[in-house]
């Protein structure tokens, strides 16, 4: 995978953008997280694997080269954008119980995203 690739996927795991929604979710969600990334185009590499942390709905990156924050609804809504140096991406999706799923979308690439806790 290219260097714009990884940086791009990378940007998609650390930051997230604050839901609509009112309120954290409850610890239910809270923990370490792997977030596998992967792309729907082969010029976007083929994948990334980020870990995350969630604190009482807040969402971080446990990357120093990757930034996150963000809040996670009480339903498992997430709303994540990611960003590293000056590239960014953002994510939609549902955790639920010790998994999720999701899409992302940058200014050139667009895939999906699976979640795992660990």
């Not at 940086?7 to 977030?35: C, E, H, K, M, R």
């Not at 990334?48 to 963000?70: H, R």
């Not at 939609?92 to 699976?114: A, E, N, Q």
């Amino acid at each position: 995978m290219n260097g714009f690739c990884r940086g791009l996927f990378a940007s998609i795991v650390a930051i997230a953008v604050p839901l609509t929604q009112a309120g954290a979710a409850t610890s239910t969600f809270d923990g370490a997280w792997n977030v596998r990334i992967s792309s729907s185009s082969e010029t976007c590499g083929n994948g990334a694997t980020v870990s995350i942390g969630i604190s009482n709905g807040q969402i971080a990156s446990s990357s120093a080269v990757v930034s996150a924050s963000g809040r996670l609804a009480d339903a498992g809504s997430i709303n994540v954008t990611l960003s590293t140096g000056i590239k960014r991406a953002v994510g939609f999706g549902r955790l639920s119980g010790t998994s999720g799923s999701g899409t992302w979308r940058g200014p050139l690439c667009t895939g999906t995203w699976t979640a795992e806790r660990m």
